[in-house]
């Protein structure tokens, strides 16, 4: 179905005070009924069936264009930001709205490209090829014959970021104030930058550059190439790649030699960047990749993407170093290089079970699945003592930095959980962290980042 509403303009797109309090009118339901309820929970002792509403609250989302879906789907893996009936609910969440129609498709190519803009193809496809949260993308052919995809931008993406970011900072402010024993402010502030990052396509397409460097000697992952001469803020113009969902091909029980190869592939597209170039991609959803007949990976969408110090990526082999050893002082240093505060040995044993559980399969040096338990609520009922145990120890305020790199290590392993793929995780992450070196790091990072046009971050 294609959608073409008759209010849809370039004005919009310049972000306003009436398109940002149409949108929080849309959500403001949505959001405020898990403050409502928590509320009501705590303070007045009324029960409420929070299962249904978040099954209520995944179908409201998941109708809508915009950031807010794409940040249910990041909370639900981020322990203790909410609920955990809402958790589960909102983890389910699909890009799946409906993509717009042709006369957006025209105004939005004419206002990048001019209104010769068709000149620049021999080809235009009028359907969308895809709908995701903040665009869509449509299959073309240049006149040179490469094929392309171009991702345009939903209009007013401005005014629903802001919007979507409010309603945000409300619910998980009332979550803290009743029951969270995690300071929320920087995971906020990091998600809030990383959202907005990702209207600008230009960004985009000098990540996706960058991607394309730190994974040239990887043959398992391909990434597709902007091409700068059809790409604007709004428009993202790039190679095609062929292939295939990878839940579609989950769907036909491919065999096992398969999803290894699947695995393996998508670990490094991961952790070859960390481990060579402190770059993290923060978004391993099922609909980031593709998979070709031999096994290999088309990796999508390159818009939250986070560059970390050398010496983060130094912290992370540090603590597997020291969860190895069960050596508590040389865990308490690498959470102090993270910018963890004020750790107290009780607070550090909580952390060190957090830990225990994401560096399990990287320390048991044979071929198994990424979990050895049977129960598909293991990862939660570990989050839930942990959060248990944090509550009881006074809290803790993650730095920003954290947000990300937890989320992928928790959203990759529920994909290998899916492709119930059977790897030696040890030795994979071993060849990787093998000689780190945080100068040598450093200094491919700032080359790759200048070579790729990607903005060096802030100190």
Request: glycine letters at 8%; proline letters at 6%; charged letters at 25%.
């Amino acid at each position: 179905m294609l959608l073409d509403p008759p209010d849809v303009s370039d004005r919009e797109d310049k972000g306003s005070f009436f398109g940002e309090l149409k949108r929080m009118a849309r959500t403001s339901g949505a959001v405020g009924g898990i403050a409502a309820r928590v509320a009501g929970e705590r303070m007045f002792g009324i029960r409420t069936n929070r299962a249904d509403h978040a099954g209520d609250l995944k179908t409201i989302l998941g109708g809508l264009k915009g950031p807010l879906m794409k940040v249910a789907q990041f909370l639900s893996t981020v322990p203790d930001a909410l609920p955990e009936e809402y958790a589960v609910e909102l983890a389910q969440l699909q890009a799946n709205a409906p993509a717009m129609g042709w006369a957006f498709v025209r105004r939005r190519m004419q206002g990048e490209l001019g209104p010769d803009w068709q000149k620049h193809f021999s080809a235009f496809g009028q359907e969308a090829a895809a709908a995701a949260s903040l665009g869509q993308v449509h299959r073309a052919t240049l006149p040179d014959g490469r094929e392309v995809a171009c991702k345009l931008q939903y209009p007013d993406m401005t005014s629903t970021v802001d919007a979507d970011l409010r309603q945000l900072r409300l619910a998980m402010a009332v979550y803290h104030r009743m029951d969270s024993a995690i300071q929320h402010d920087d995971i906020y502030t990091e998600l809030a930058e990383r959202l907005r990052e990702e209207l600008d396509y230009v960004r985009e397409a000098a990540q996706a550059r960058l991607y394309g460097i730190m994974l040239a000697d990887v043959p398992s992952v391909h990434v597709p190439v902007p091409v700068a001469a059809l790409s604007t803020k709004r428009l993202l113009t790039m190679t095609w790649l062929d292939g295939r969902p990878l839940m579609q091909r989950l769907e036909e029980d491919p065999p096992q030699e398969e999803r290894n190869a699947i695995a393996e592939a998508l670990f490094r597209a991961w952790y070859v960047p960390f481990y060579r170039y402190g770059v993290i991609h923060g978004d391993p959803h099922l609909g980031n990749y593709q998979v070709r007949p031999d096994g290999s990976v088309n990796l999508l969408d390159f818009g939250a993407i986070r560059v970390f110090p050398a010496s983060f990526a130094r912290g992370v082999i540090d603590l597997y170093d020291a969860i190895r050893d069960e050596d508590m002082n040389a865990a308490a240093e690498a959470y102090r290089s993270w910018g963890f505060v004020d750790l107290s040995r009780e607070k550090m044993d909580v952390l060190n079970e957090w830990a225990r559980f994401l560096y399990e399969p990287l320390l048991d040096d044979r071929v198994r699945p990424i979990t050895l338990s049977d129960d598909p609520q293991f990862g939660r009922a570990v989050a839930r003592r942990v959060h248990a145990g944090l509550k009881r120890t006074g809290g803790v305020r993650p730095p920003r930095e954290f947000v990300l790199m937890d989320r992928s290590a928790i959203g990759l392993g529920g994909v290998f959980l899916r492709l119930r793929a059977q790897l030696n995780w040890a030795k994979l992450y071993r060849e990787l962290i093998e000689g780190f070196d945080a100068e040598a790091v450093a200094a491919r990072q700032a080359a790759a980042l200048a070579e790729a046009g990607v903005p060096a971050p802030a100190k």
